[in-house]
């Protein structure tokens, strides 16, 4: 793997363990029915399009991630439109999944 890639490799971790970090706290926000859940939420989210913009191709102007799940970017407009609601949050759990499967693909077949 070159320099770049594991550079690229470990910001991509960093906004994983961010979601880890985040996902487990909101999880139980949601069970406790507070409602800074939704402002926790945005964080998260924000989280998630900063992973996928760290995976931008840098030479094609495309502003496409190549890590971005099946109906991504409508999938996240429910989720921000519904982000007080628990499916939000399972919804957003799966997103980052699929991002991270997609992303081990990728830096394995850079090997």
Not at 8 to 13: A, Q
Not at 19 to 27: P, T
Not at 63 to 73: F, Y
Request: with cysteine; net charge positive; charged share 30%.
């Amino acid at each position: 793997m070159h320099n770049s890639d594991m550079d690229r490799k470990e910001l991509f971790y960093s906004f994983w363990n961010c979601w880890l970090d985040m996902k487990e706290e909101i999880g139980n926000a949601y069970k406790r029915r507070d409602p800074e859940a939704a402002k926790m939420m945005d964080k998260a989210i924000e989280n998630y399009l900063a992973m996928l913009g760290s995976f931008l191709p840098i030479d094609t102007g495309s502003s496409a991630s190549p890590i971005e799940p099946l109906n991504g970017k409508e999938r996240l407009q429910f989720i921000h439109s519904k982000r007080a609601g628990h499916f939000a949050y399972v919804q957003l759990d799966a997103l980052y999944t699929e991002a991270m499967k997609k992303t081990v693909s990728r830096f394995a077949m850079k090997k």
